[in-house]
């Protein structure tokens, strides 16, 4: 497959080459091998690209919702009639395996804009009467949306920001992470291909500093970041600096409890579904693991050894299971994680290994007799790496699992129906999973409470997120005033 993109950037309905830019290798996470070459964006390239953008937003927010729905739902057709190819791409970006990558990826962001598309034409605003006068209110865009992606979901980010800003009338400026610039092109070719005008989807490659230019401009309205708290709170500080509208979504420790009644071959699931899916390189993680003190020896018996049935190796086989991380860098911080987890006492059930072959691998790996104060149990390591906890009553785990800045989502197993709804609602999290962990549906919100986020993507909730309402008094009377 050809894994070198036509240029780095695609602005105004084409690609765009500026070579004057940082160079960016991009690297085959399961090989180390370099597979491509983009360039960081140069001031130029960023004012090409909002120039386009601001231009191409008025002709845009002029056509009906059904003309920008069905060209978001051609969009989705034409995503997965390309599956097999996107999936291909999207596993050499990020490494993830495409046993993944083709249920998952291209898929899912064919569902937005699916999703989008149709509900484009029902955006409306609201009649209200006031007597013989009325107020009528307009669903209006927001402008000019700047999008900044994380590496793990290249596609699927480039198109949950997309759709929901395209079907409110925005045009979007797309910058991809650093590490995974390959698949936000092929969206904005397609979206091009169907039928999108030039400008209204723009991808400008870079490194932070891109970003950072891209956040303060006068031009942008709205920015939607998915990233790091550290990485959200810069960029929230600056949208703040010109009150633009921000969407945050962020990182967390989730926590996933199971109590001793919990079906013990779905908890299982749900704890490696929740761990080390895309080798545990997903924001929701469940990955402080609470469980009860009465089923722990056969959780983790089973748990190990049904990581032992992963199918380690080339991503690219749709036999693989479990796949590299994305980057050395990225290995190397889960490396010195799992080696505080054990500085600190944590007990090595299995993995912590590097697997001695070319590319990024490091073994599913679980710690039990984790303690709620160890660093592996309060910060995020975004890497296959699961802590076990011990509990033994269900008002210390609540207060425990509360116990963090971050707020993503949280995850608790049983059998006991009133038991699994007072502990959902206890949850101080934004996405939350009752005998199951980490499904999006695009008809369900997404999101974060506390430092993990703000705003919602995904459902009628990110409606909200990139329209804004203005409201028209209509007097039909004459009108009074008092000199
Ligand atoms: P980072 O926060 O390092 O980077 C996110 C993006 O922001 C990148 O494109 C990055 O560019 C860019 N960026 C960095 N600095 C700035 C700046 N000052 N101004 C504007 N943009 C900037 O996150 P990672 O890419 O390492 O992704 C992992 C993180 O993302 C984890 O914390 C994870 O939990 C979170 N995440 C959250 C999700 C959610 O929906 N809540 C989903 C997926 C991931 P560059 O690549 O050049 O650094």
Same mark, same amino acid.
């Given at each position: 497959?050809?894994?070198?993109?036509?240029?780095?950037?695609?602005?105004?309905?084409?690609?765009?080459? &500026?070579?004057?830019?940082? /160079?960016?290798?991009?690297?085959?996470?399961?090989?180390?091998?370099?597979?491509?070459?983009? *360039?960081?964006?140069?001031?130029?390239?960023?004012?090409?690209?909002?120039?386009?953008?601001?231009?191409? =937003?008025?002709?845009?927010?002029?056509?009906?919702?059904?003309?920008?729905?069905?060209?978001?739902?051609?969009?989705?057709?034409?995503?997965?009639?390309?599956?097999?190819?996107?999936?291909?791409?999207?596993?050499?970006?990020?490494?993830?395996?495409?046993?993944?990558?083709?249920?998952?990826?291209?898929?899912?962001? %064919?569902?937005?804009?699916?999703?989008?598309?149709?509900?484009?034409?029902?955006?409306?605003?609201?009649?209200?009467?006031?007597?013989?006068?009325?107020? *009528?209110?307009?669903?209006?865009?927001?402008?000019?949306?700047?999008?900044?992606?994380?590496?793990? *979901?290249?596609? =699927?980010?480039?198109?949950?920001?997309? +759709?929901?800003?395209?079907?409110?009338?925005?045009?979007?400026?797309?910058? /991809?992470?650093?590490?995974?610039?390959?698949?936000?092109?092929?969206?904005? @070719?397609?979206? #091009?291909?169907?039928? %999108? /005008?030039?400008?209204?989807?723009?991808?400008?490659?870079?490194?932070?500093?891109?970003? +950072? +230019?891209?956040?303060?401009?006068?031009?942008?309205?709205?920015?939607?970041?998915?990233?790091?708290?550290?990485?959200?709170?810069?960029?929230?500080?600056?949208?703040?600096?010109?009150?633009? #509208?921000?969407?945050?979504?962020?990182?967390?420790?989730? /926590?996933?409890?199971?109590?001793?009644?919990?079906?013990?071959?779905?908890?299982?699931?749900?704890?490696?579904?929740?761990?080390?899916?895309?080798?545990?390189?997903?924001?929701?993680?469940?990955?402080?693991?609470?469980? =009860?003190?009465?089923?722990?020896?056969? !959780?983790?018996?089973?748990?190990?050894?049904?990581?032992? %049935?992963?199918?380690?190796?080339?991503?690219?086989?749709?036999?693989?299971?479990?796949?590299?991380?994305?980057?050395?860098?990225?290995?190397?911080?889960?490396?010195?994680?799992?080696?505080?987890?054990?500085?600190?006492?944590?007990?090595?059930?299995?993995?912590?290994?590097?697997?001695?072959?070319?590319?990024?691998?490091?073994?599913?790996?679980?710690?039990?007799?984790?303690?709620?104060?160890?660093?592996?149990?309060?910060?995020?390591? !975004?890497?296959?790496?699961?802590?076990?906890?011990?509990? @033994?009553?269900?008002?210390?785990?609540?207060?425990?699992?509360?116990?963090?800045?971050?707020?993503?989502?949280?995850?608790? !197993?049983?059998?006991?129906?009133?038991?699994?709804?007072?502990?959902?609602?206890? !949850?101080?999290?934004?996405?939350?999973?009752?005998?199951?962990?980490? &499904?999006?549906?695009? @008809?369900?919100?997404?999101?974060?409470?506390? +430092?993990?986020?703000?705003?919602?993507?995904?459902?009628?909730?990110?409606?909200?997120?990139?329209?804004?309402?203005?409201?028209?008094?209509?007097?039909?009377?004459?009108?009074?005033?008092?000199?």
């Amino acid at each position: 497959m050809q894994t070198q993109p036509t240029a780095s950037h695609y602005i105004g309905g084409a690609y765009v080459e &500026d070579t004057a830019g940082t /160079p960016i290798d991009v690297i085959y996470p399961a090989t180390g091998e370099v597979i491509g070459r983009v *360039y960081s964006a140069t001031p130029a390239v960023i004012d090409h690209a909002l120039t386009s953008a601001r231009a191409a =937003q008025a002709e845009w927010a002029a056509m009906t919702g059904t003309e920008r729905g069905r060209i978001l739902r051609r969009a989705a057709d034409i995503l997965r009639e390309r599956n097999h190819d996107l999936s291909v791409l999207e596993t050499y970006d990020t490494g993830k395996p495409y046993q993944e990558t083709s249920v998952v990826d291209a898929t899912s962001g %064919a569902d937005a804009l699916e999703y989008f598309g149709g509900m484009a034409a029902t955006l409306t605003g609201e009649h209200i009467p006031l007597g013989e006068d009325w107020v *009528y209110t307009r669903r209006e865009p927001l402008g000019v949306c700047v999008g900044i992606g994380a590496w793990n *979901y290249p596609t =699927q980010i480039a198109c949950w920001k997309s +759709a929901p800003a395209l079907a409110c009338g925005n045009t979007m400026v797309f910058k /991809p992470s650093e590490t995974t610039p390959l698949c936000a092109l092929k969206v904005a @070719e397609i979206l #091009h291909e169907a039928g %999108a /005008p030039a400008g209204v989807y723009n991808v400008v490659q870079g490194l932070g500093d891109v970003g +950072a +230019a891209l956040v303060s401009d006068p031009r942008v309205d709205k920015v939607s970041l998915t990233g790091s708290v550290p990485t959200g709170r810069k960029v929230y500080a600056a949208a703040a600096a010109e009150m633009k #509208h921000v969407t945050m979504e962020l990182g967390g420790k989730s /926590p996933l409890i199971i109590f001793d009644d919990a079906d013990l071959e779905n908890a299982v699931s749900g704890a490696i579904l929740g761990n080390f899916y895309s080798s545990g390189q997903v924001c929701s993680n469940g990955t402080r693991v609470f469980v =009860q003190s009465g089923i722990k020896e056969a !959780f983790l018996a089973r748990l190990t050894e049904r990581l032992g %049935a992963a199918v380690i190796g080339d991503p690219q086989d749709p036999e693989t299971s479990f796949g590299p991380m994305v980057s050395e860098r990225q290995m190397e911080i889960v490396q010195g994680y799992i080696a505080k987890g054990q500085d600190e006492g944590a007990r090595l059930v299995t993995g912590g290994e590097r697997l001695e072959r070319d590319g990024f691998f490091l073994e599913p790996t679980v710690f039990a007799d984790v303690t709620d104060d160890m660093t592996i149990a309060r910060e995020e390591i !975004f890497g296959p790496v699961m802590a076990v906890l011990d509990f @033994e009553d269900e008002a210390d785990v609540m207060a425990r699992a509360n116990d963090t800045e971050f707020g993503l989502a949280a995850g608790v !197993f049983t059998s006991d129906l009133t038991r699994a709804h007072r502990v959902a609602a206890g !949850f101080e999290a934004g996405t939350c999973f009752i005998n199951s962990y980490n &499904d999006a549906p695009v @008809e369900a919100p997404f999101g974060g409470v506390k +430092a993990s986020g703000v705003g919602r993507e995904n459902s009628k909730a990110a409606i909200e997120h990139y329209s804004q309402v203005k409201s028209v008094y209509v007097r039909m009377g004459d009108l009074e005033a008092p000199f």
